[in-house]
């Protein structure tokens, strides 16, 4: 299968990387409005560049659109019309209005995917399949300040991700929340029924943060999505007081994660998905739905 990367921005580049490693992927084209750099990238990784977009649609089956966010319906939209398989960066378009339209545009049997990177990461199954009624979930995806540009807020930047998982993996209805921050800067309190989820992102802390943690009756589980690493803490209830301090004692055990990277994982699968006429995991419905609650959260943030 011949495949294409729109896009060669730091996530772009990280695309043409993996798909030239995957087996799947026959031949790679690159195209950026920036043809210079579009061929380094595509030196690098034994790829094609491509002088104009239309020139590499007609190569392709499938491709991935790693262009700024402000221009994913544009280049989307130009994707589909020609009736090409779609995997689009987060998020999906930069307001919820534009991705209902473009998502207007995708024709019958034409794959298209988001790509919510951290779904395929490999701590999320392992945590899925542990929990089993969660009291409270605590979410912390915090970023050192950077000098990259970022069209978003820190909400469709970072806090996306998290809402993602919780709407999409461990949680599915009765979804209220309430929120505070600013555009750097923002934490959301969800409730799902009964149980509390806190979310926080921001893009002005002095150490990176990548964290999950849920409480249950009997059960705390930890994760890591940087390190890909999963501890749980059982309660054998024994307590006692030792020099005077008080002393709780627990089971703790380190789950078994098979590290991979995300992004070949989601690459993969994506094309898995193209081949087999399947939908791709992160459908643009729940895409839509990431960036609805984005908008709102931003909306309460900036009141």
Same mark, same amino acid.
């Given at each position: 299968? @011949?495949?294409?990367?729109?896009?060669?921005?730091?996530?772009?580049?990280?695309?043409?990387?993996?798909?030239?490693?995957?087996?799947?992927?026959?031949?790679?084209? *690159?195209? @950026?409005?920036?043809?210079?750099?579009?061929?380094? *990238?595509?030196?690098?990784?034994?790829?094609?560049?491509?002088?104009?977009?239309?020139?590499?649609?007609?190569?392709?089956?499938?491709?991935?659109?790693?262009?700024?966010?402000?221009?994913?319906?544009?280049?989307?939209?130009?994707?589909?019309?020609?009736?090409?398989?779609? %995997?689009?960066?987060?998020?999906?378009?930069?307001?919820? #209005?534009?991705?209902?339209?473009?998502?207007?545009?995708?024709?019958?049997?034409?794959?298209?995917? *988001?790509?919510? !990177?951290?779904?395929? /990461?490999?701590?999320?199954?392992?945590?899925?399949?542990?929990?089993? #009624?969660?009291?409270?979930?605590?979410?912390?995806?915090?970023?050192?300040?950077? $000098?990259?540009?970022?069209?978003?807020?820190? !909400?469709? +930047? %970072?806090? !996306?991700?998290? !809402?993602?998982?919780?709407?999409?993996?461990?949680?599915?209805?009765?979804?209220?929340?309430?929120?505070?921050?600013?555009? +750097?800067?923002?934490?959301?309190?969800?409730?799902? @029924?009964?149980?509390?989820?806190?979310?926080?992102?921001?893009?002005?802390?002095?150490?990176?943060?990548?964290?999950?943690?849920? &409480? &249950?009756? @009997?059960?705390? =589980?930890?994760?890591?999505?940087? /390190?890909?690493?999963?501890?749980?803490?059982?309660?054998?209830? #024994?307590?006692?007081?030792?020099?005077?301090?008080?002393?709780?004692?627990?089971?703790?055990?380190?789950?078994? =994660?098979?590290?991979?990277?995300?992004?070949? =994982?989601?690459?993969?699968?994506?094309?898995?998905?193209?081949?087999? +006429?399947?939908?791709?995991? *992160?459908?643009?419905?729940?895409?839509?739905? /990431?960036?609805?609650?984005?908008?709102?959260?931003? $909306?309460?943030?900036?009141?």
């Amino acid at each position: 299968m @011949d495949v294409g990367v729109i896009g060669v921005g730091v996530m772009g580049k990280n695309h043409v990387r993996v798909y030239s490693e995957l087996k799947q992927a026959s031949t790679v084209y *690159v195209y @950026d409005l920036n043809y210079e750099a579009a061929t380094g *990238v595509a030196i690098a990784n034994e790829a094609i560049p491509c002088n104009t977009l239309a020139e590499l649609l007609k190569n392709v089956d499938a491709v991935s659109v790693c262009v700024p966010t402000p221009y994913h319906r544009q280049i989307g939209e130009q994707v589909l019309a020609a009736g090409i398989h779609v %995997l689009m960066e987060k998020p999906m378009c930069s307001t919820e #209005k534009e991705a209902v339209e473009l998502l207007a545009h995708k024709k019958k049997g034409t794959i298209m995917g *988001v790509g919510h !990177i951290e779904r395929f /990461n490999p701590i999320v199954p392992e945590i899925r399949r542990i929990i089993r #009624k969660p009291l409270f979930v605590e979410m912390n995806r915090h970023n050192p300040a950077s $000098a990259r540009a970022v069209e978003s807020s820190v !909400i469709e +930047d %970072l806090m !996306i991700h998290d !809402i993602d998982i919780l709407q999409h993996v461990l949680f599915h209805d009765g979804l209220e929340f309430s929120a505070a921050g600013n555009r +750097d800067a923002a934490s959301a309190l969800f409730r799902f @029924d009964s149980v509390s989820a806190f979310l926080s992102a921001s893009r002005k802390s002095s150490k990176k943060i990548r964290r999950i943690y849920i &409480e &249950e009756e @009997d059960l705390t =589980v930890e994760g890591d999505f940087m /390190n890909q690493e999963v501890y749980t803490y059982y309660k054998p209830e #024994k307590y006692k007081v030792e020099n005077e301090r008080y002393v709780q004692e627990n089971i703790i055990e380190k789950v078994m =994660v098979n590290k991979v990277e995300p992004l070949k =994982v989601e690459l993969k699968t994506f094309l898995e998905c193209v081949k087999k +006429d399947r939908p791709f995991p *992160v459908t643009p419905e729940q895409a839509i739905r /990431n960036l609805a609650i984005c908008e709102q959260i931003r $909306a309460a943030v900036q009141r």
